[in-house]
């Protein structure tokens, strides 16, 4: 009997040994499957940081900074040509408007000097002279150019060139234009000829 009792005690121990068994193995597994993650994590982490390499990155930066540098100088030496070229057509035909307004004034003093061998009245003569004179003034005046008054004005060397003082006039005609010798004209408000004055000393 007491056979019979350790044989069936020894058959219930087997079964609790093979689930200590099982229970030991999938521990072990879930252990090994914790270091697997974790090695895999870290093996990502290594290759992200691998990724972002500072000297590649700072060559990456170089690049492009190099690229935008050769870009703007390039554009600045097409902008420089651009305008190189521009200024020297200015030069070369920066008088085409003025002439261009001036050939109908030279068309009448041409039709005017044909006229005049034909006739010998001088009033004729000096009307003719004096509607070319008033068209040119008219053509200056759409080019910006005027002339500077002088009638009665204090003399000013902005716009004044004394060539003559004139003494004993009085007190009122000091410092006073006198006389206008040669006129002067502006050009947009620029002085381009000074006016040729007589002064009152």
């Given at each position: 009997?007491?056979?019979?009792?350790?044989?069936?005690?020894?058959?219930?121990?087997?079964?609790?040994?093979?689930?200590?068994?099982?229970?030991?193995?999938?521990?072990s597994?879930?252990?090994?499957?914790?270091?697997?993650?974790?090695?895999?994590?870290?093996?990502?982490?290594?290759?992200?940081?691998?990724?972002?390499?500072?000297?590649?990155?700072?060559?990456?930066?170089?690049?492009?900074?190099?690229?935008?540098?050769?870009?703007?100088?390039?554009?600045?030496?097409?902008?420089?040509?651009?305008?190189?070229?521009?200024?020297?057509?200015?030069?070369?035909?920066?008088?085409?408007?003025?002439?261009?307004?001036?050939?109908?004034v030279?068309?009448?003093?041409?039709?005017?000097?044909?006229?005049?061998?034909?006739?010998?009245?001088?009033?004729?003569?000096?009307e003719?002279?004096?509607?070319?004179?008033?068209?040119?003034?008219k053509?200056?005046?759409?080019?910006?150019?005027?002339?500077?008054?002088?009638?009665?004005?204090?003399?000013?060397?902005?716009?004044?060139?004394?060539?003559?003082?004139?003494?004993?006039?009085?007190?009122?005609?000091k410092?006073?234009?006198?006389?206008?010798?040669?006129?002067?004209?502006?050009?947009?408000?620029?002085?381009?000829?000074?006016?040729?004055?007589?002064?009152?000393?």
């Amino acid at each position: 009997m007491e056979e019979n009792k350790k044989i069936q005690e020894e058959e219930t121990m087997q079964p609790n040994d093979e689930t200590a068994t099982d229970s030991m193995n999938t521990d072990s597994q879930e252990n090994t499957e914790c270091q697997e993650s974790n090695e895999n994590a870290d093996g990502a982490q290594d290759t992200a940081n691998a990724e972002v390499d500072p000297l590649e990155e700072a060559k990456h930066q170089i690049e492009e900074l190099k690229d935008k540098y050769l870009r703007s100088v390039a554009e600045f030496d097409n902008y420089r040509k651009r305008t190189l070229k521009e200024k020297t057509e200015l030069i070369l035909n920066g008088g085409e408007k003025a002439i261009t307004a001036i050939l109908p004034v030279l068309d009448d003093m041409e039709r005017a000097i044909e006229n005049g061998v034909k006739t010998e009245d001088p009033a004729v003569l000096r009307e003719g002279m004096e509607l070319i004179h008033s068209k040119f003034m008219k053509v200056l005046e759409t080019l910006g150019v005027k002339p500077i008054d002088t009638a009665d004005a204090d003399f000013d060397t902005d716009v004044h060139e004394a060539i003559a003082m004139v003494p004993g006039m009085g007190d009122d005609k000091k410092g006073k234009v006198l006389d206008c010798i040669m006129k002067g004209y502006k050009l947009n408000d620029k002085v381009i000829r000074h006016a040729k004055v007589a002064v009152g000393q």
